[in-house]
Structures are given as C-alpha cells and as structure tokens.
C-alpha cells in the first residue's frame, strides 16, 4: 500500500495503517534518537513519545509535505526539547574524553583493532554531542543519519544555502578536535602512536 | 587554489557533489598539497567512524509496548481538550459577565425615552397620537372650564376701583 493511503486510513483511525507506518519508521526514529542520546533505553523512550506525538498531531497532518520529513521534524524538535531538559549541550572538553592507550595487553591484532574502532567510535559520538546544537542536530542528520540535503532542509526550515554552511563549519570543528585520534594519511592510527 | 577552498571542495567531494571541472581542480590541489591529502584521510575516517553509528537495532516488541500507551493517549485527548478549553474558557467568561453586567446597568437608561422616542419605535404615527393627545385632554380642560366658569358666577360682582 502506498504510503499516501496509509497516512489517510491512520487519519481515519486505522490502527493497522499506523503500525505499519510505525514499523517503516521506527528504525529511523530510533536510530536519529540514539545518535543524540548514546543511550538504547532513553532512544527507545523517545522513539514512543515521537510517534505518540506523530499520532495524536495526525489530523493537523495536511500532506503539504512528505510523512517521512513530518516525522523526522517531530523527532529532531522532541529529541531537542529532551536534550535541553537534560541539559546536555555542555561542550565535551578534551579533559572529557577516556583515555585511548592500546597497549601490549590486548593478545590479538585482531581484538587490537576492534578495541580501537569502538574506541574511536565512541569519542567522535562525544565529540558529536559536545558540538553546539545547531551544529550537533545537522551532522547528525548527514553524516550519522544520511539524510539528504534537501531533506535536511526541508526538517530544519532552513534554506540550502544555511544547511551548506552550517555543515561545512560543523565538519571542520568536528575534524579539528578529533584530528589527533584520526587515521592520518597512508592509514596510520594516530590512536596507536604515542 | 588555497587550502580553505579546497577544503569546501574536498567535503563535497566526499558527498559527492563535485562536479567535473572543480573535481579536476581538486585532484590536482591534492597532488601537491600533503596537509590537505592527510585532511582528506581523517574527513574519510570521520565519516566512515559517524556513519558507524547509524545502524543500532532498535530494542524489540516496539509496537507491542506502544499500543497501549496509544490506547491511553486517546483515552486522555477528550479530558485534554476539556483541560485546555476550559482554561481559555475563563477569560471568555469574564468578558461575558462583564458585557451582561454592563448592559443591565445601562438599560434603566435606555428604557427612559420620551413619548415621541417610544412611538417612533413602536412605529405609530405621531401626529395621530399627538392629536389622539390633545384630544384626551379637552374633556378634563371643559371639566375646568365649568368649574371656573361656575365660580366666577357664585363670586360678587366686582366692585370698580374708586
């Protein structure tokens, strides 16, 4: 069924059409939630209150644009309002970040290499969650969530142009902080030197 | 080019939104330049690290344990809705006991009109009923009439004054 039609027989008060409209976008959700909280439990939670919200604003929900973008602009402004309660928004201090040393303990290369990957992983997320909110919410939906440019936009009321600038001055403060942790150039682990 | 500019490239490069000529102009910058070609190694580790983090499965039975919280919320909209309502409702109310109270405290004003006002509104003709007025009159001012009439015959004649 399309998607159209789904979004209709919601509007209507089907409950079937809502659950597969929650199925197609609940990994979304979810997944947007968890790059702003680092935290199943509280992305789960904020996975549900977005779509109880989505549901109880779907007869304001006129189709002037995609379900999809609708939602995504209900998750990025409740994950927001989650954030600020929470009061996250502190700047990660490199004073922050666990310390990386891959010593001779671990016994394979193979568990080595693991380890730091996860590591890394990790501390761009801090990193990411340090980043100023304007800058946090556009590379989360880019860079994590791979949204479109245009989508991106279109969620954030913003114009290309400011969506285009945002990122590019987001990405640099992100790669300059992170920069001694990055593989360099050739694939050396700066992580694993020194 | 500069390395700031190649740097606004190289990212759109990366996201693929070069197009042929400045993809040229970029791959030659990259050949002589080893501080952007390490940028360009750590943006792609960035990236491939941030991308990393999409792909989380969602904890399970997510539609069974959203259901009935569904439920309630619908369950709760009429109170909802009441809550809401009867909040903005106050001010109405106000502003109609106000507007009620007003229109009592001027309508003794309003009932005292004249005659005329009185007929004009009741759509009657005015010089009928002035006329109708008049007439009522003149049965009570023959009354008087007589009565004085009657008097001045019982009263002596007046004497001339010397």
Redesign the interface.
Known sequence: MEEKQLVRLAQEGS?AA??EL??KY??KV??MA??FTRN??A??DL??EV??KA??ALPRFHGRSEFGTWLYRISVNHIKDYLRKKGRAKEVSLDDVPEISFSDRERTEKAQLERE?EA??TL??RF?QGLPEKYRVI?TLR????LA?EDISRILRLSPGTVDSRL?RA??M??TK??PY??????ANELSQG | MNCRKA??LL?RSIDG?LDGRDAALLAKHLEAC?AC???E???R???S???????????PR??E???P??RE??EL?PLLFWERWSLRAIPVFLALVILIGGFHFFAPQAREMSQSATLLIENRDLFSETQALFEADKPETRTMMLLFASMDEKSPARRPTP
Do not use: C, N
């Open positions: 409950p809502f659950e929650v199925t609940q990994p979810f997944s968890l790059s199943r439990e992305a789960d996975a549900q779509f109880l549901y109880l990957t890394r992983r761009v997320q990411v590379v860079d994590i969530q791979g440019y590019h990405r640099r992100l790669r992170l920069a990055l593989i360099a150039e050739g694939g | 740097e606004k990212l939104r080893p070609r390490k940028a190694a750590q943006y580790s960035m990236f690290l941030l991308k990393a983090g999409r792909d989380a499965a969602p904890l997510f539609w344990r959203l259901q919280r569904l919320e619908t909209v």
